[in-house]
């Protein structure tokens, strides 16, 4: 089964730092790499997504820096908030979206 | 804004009992999907459904699960005979055509004792 490694499994930041989580993906058929938000007791929920034809998006706070090449995608949080703290997915799939292959996750926690 | 909504957000069944797990996807929405997720672990797919079909299953969706489209508006997962290990937070999931992004529900929590 094509995996999605994810690092760390878990991340502490100071309130203001920047947050980067990371990932590394098999299956070079993937087109589409996005990032989920998860809340306890809440679904994952899309913060933000990339395709392979651009190395960087930015929206708002949150940046995904993409390298076809090694295979890896990254997610960076700047200005990290308190309200950030949450588990953090990557995942990749390829053919329009059907089945997403999820990452491991990364339980993010900021403190002030 | 529109959401799926999950009914019920806890089940408690006995090994071997049949559970369905109930799913209102987003109105307009056209691909539909289960996910499932171990406590602590990742997100993994289980099944996709379009136009009244199984599109794609993974190795996990086996004789014992079903999926359906009963009326306009609801999608189900079942479970034929349950097992200790089924026990995991179940999402459904929905988008429009394209590459529209999925959207998830919040998921329902079954336990199997």
């Known amino acids: 089964q094509q995996q999605v490694k994810q690092s760390p499994q878990s991340l502490i930041v100071q309130k203001g730092g920047i947050s980067i989580i990371n990932c590394a993906y098999e299956n070079t058929a993937f087109d589409y790499f996005p990032w989920y938000q998860q809340f306890p007791g809440k679904g994952p929920a899309l913060l933000i997504a990339?395709?392979?034809?651009?190395s960087e998006k930015k929206e708002g706070r949150f940046t995904i820096s993409f390298n076809k090449s090694a295979k890896q995608f990254s997610l960076h949080i700047m200005d990290s908030q308190p309200g950030d703290s949450a588990t953090y997915f990557c995942a990749s799939c390829g053919d329009g979206n059907e089945k997403l292959t999820f990452g491991t996750g990364t339980r993010l926690t900021i403190i002030p | 804004e529109p959401e799926v909504t999950q009914t019920p957000s806890h089940q408690v069944t006995q090994m071997g009992q049949e559970v369905i797990l109930r799913c209102v996807p987003i109105?307009?929405?056209?691909?539909f999907y289960w996910y499932r997720q171990i406590l602590g672990q990742k997100v993994e797919f289980l099944v996709s459904?379009?136009?009244?079909?199984?599109?794609?299953k993974s190795e996990i969706f086996d004789d014992q699960f079903s999926v359906e489209r009963p009326d306009g508006s609801n999608f189900t997962l079942k479970i034929r005979s349950t097992k200790l290990e089924d026990s995991a937070m179940y999402f459904c999931a929905s988008r429009d055509g394209g590459y529209s992004p999925l959207h998830f529900g919040n998921g329902t929590r079954l336990t199997v004792t």
């Open positions: 109105s307009n929405h056209l691909y």
């Open positions: 459904f379009y136009n009244n079909e199984i599109s794609e």
């Open positions: 990339i395709r392979p034809d651009v």
